[in-house]
């Protein structure tokens, strides 16, 4: 008998996989990466300790690919709707208005990638390095982004996409931060104001914040 699986086992793995992925990534944004366990995954799940072990082979694999999943779950809600706006300035104000959007959801639970990198800032290892790449991706897709409002003329020719990058994490830290940790209400709309102040302080022509779309909610 042949001890080559089946398509239909194959399959029938990848679901399994999924589901316990899926899992994980709901108890990571409650309780952190630190948070995941084997064990606690299993009772989650109603399936053996062995059965989950067997997915992803150790606590640490477990979290990477919690943080992969978490990144094109990201990317999925975030990036890709984005690329399909014209170049420049409405693909950026996209980004920016679909990133605090998905913050604003992740309100009860947390950001992986802000509570990661809280919890592994100064832990150097394989979890660390996962988390930095996803992140460092992001932010280079959005620096880019800003670089080619630049190349459109929608922003000025000297501006520094780190530097507006910058700015830009700073507002959805500090959006995180206020609507999360201190409960204050209205920083949603803080956030879409702190954007378009960014974007007057770049933008080639004299402000004009109409074309940017930021609706108030």
Request: charged share 25%.
């Amino acid at each position: 008998m042949s001890s080559i699986p089946s398509a239909r086992s194959l399959q029938k793995g990848q679901q399994t996989r999924a589901a316990i992925l899926d899992a994980a990534l709901g108890m990571a944004s409650h309780m952190g990466l630190e948070g995941l366990s084997i064990g606690a995954l299993a009772e989650v799940t109603g399936m053996s300790k062995s059965g989950v072990f067997a997915h992803f082979g150790s606590r640490e694999e477990l979290q990477i690919s919690v943080i992969r999943e978490y990144h094109a779950r990201f990317e999925e809600e975030v990036f890709f709707p984005a690329i399909d706006e014209p170049r420049g300035m409405p693909r950026l104000t996209t980004l920016f208005e679909r990133w605090i959007r998905r913050v604003s959801v992740e309100l009860d639970s947390g950001c992986i990638y802000i509570s990661g990198a809280v919890e592994f800032d100064d832990r150097p290892g394989p979890v660390r390095d996962a988390l930095a790449s996803m992140v460092n991706a992001w932010h280079a897709a959005l620096a880019r982004a800003i670089a080619i409002a630049v190349e459109e003329g929608h922003l000025r020719a000297d501006t520094d996409p780190l530097q507006m990058l910058f700015e830009l994490h700073g507002l959805i830290l500090a959006l995180h931060h206020d609507a999360r940790f201190l409960r204050n209400p209205g920083v949603l709309d803080r956030a879409r104001r702190g954007f378009a102040r960014v974007i007057a302080d770049y933008q080639t022509a004299p402000p004009s914040l109409s074309h940017l779309s930021i609706r108030q909610e």
